[in-house]
């Protein structure tokens, strides 16, 4: 991309001129998929002359990402031991892993008192009129990811929303709210029994 070509080109000319090496770590989008690299530019020398640059960029990502996960662990660890609302707790996870993967959506929701519904618990970036139609959905087979997730107990994909049987009660809601794929997972206490769902939805 000519931005980028820019920034290398500017890197490259501060090298020349500076004789200092020159190190960063940046996004670049590859294939349409955003990953980290990290850069180092070196002056290479002739006779004591700066006649050019020699660099390198490799791929970080996967080193970013393990250090991402790491400081998202110890933030949420840090909010378990706070007065955060249960509330406010669950939504900081939910935003946290969003931001691991900007196109995804996620929500947690939990079984009420009588474990017979599901509230709409955490899910700040779902369309609002989508989490008040999810709200109190009842926990049984079919009743989409969630609902079966929270009854069954066991992983549920839905990779397409529009034909997957669970959700044809509620594939015009997820339409109207751009969702073509779901991704649900139950909570389990140590006892094994379901507390709620976590979900991931992709448009």
């Known amino acids: 991309p ?3 070509a820019k920034k290398y080109r500017s890197d490259d000319i501060a090298v020349l001129r500076n004789g200092e090496p020159k190190d960063s ?3 670049v989008e590859v294939n349409g998929q955003k990953r980290w ?3 180092y530019k070196s002056p290479v020398t002739l ?3 700066i006649v050019g640059t020699v660099g390198f960029a490799r791929d970080i990502n996967e080193r ?10 110890s933030h949420i660890l840090e909010l378990l031991i706070t007065d955060l609302t249960l509330q406010d707790t669950l939504e900081a996870i939910v935003l946290g892993v969003e931001q691991f ?3 995804m959506l996620c929500s ?3 079984i009420d008192a009588e474990g017979k519904h599901l509230r709409n618990i955490a899910a700040p970036s779902l369309p609002t009129f989508y989490n008040a139609a999810i709200d109190g959905i009842e926990v049984g087979m079919g009743v989409g990811c969630c609902g079966t997730v929270a009854f069954t107990g066991e992983l549920v994909i839905a990779e397409d929303i529009a034909t997957h049987p669970y959700w ?3 594939r015009e809601l997820a339409a109207n709210s751009g969702l073509a794929a779901c991704w649900s997972q139950p909570i389990l206490a140590p006892n094994g029994k379901v507390l709620g769902t976590f979900a991931i939805y992709h448009r």
């Open 64 to 73: 970013k990402h393990a250090e991402m996960f790491e400081q998202f662990r």
């Open 101 to 103: 993967n900007p196109e």
């Open 47 to 49: 006779n004591g002359d």
């Open 168 to 170: 044809e009660g509620y």
């Open 108 to 110: 947690i929701l939990l």
């Open 25 to 27: 770590e940046e996004i």
């Open 2 to 4: 000519e931005a980028l």
């Open 37 to 39: 690299y990290e850069t």
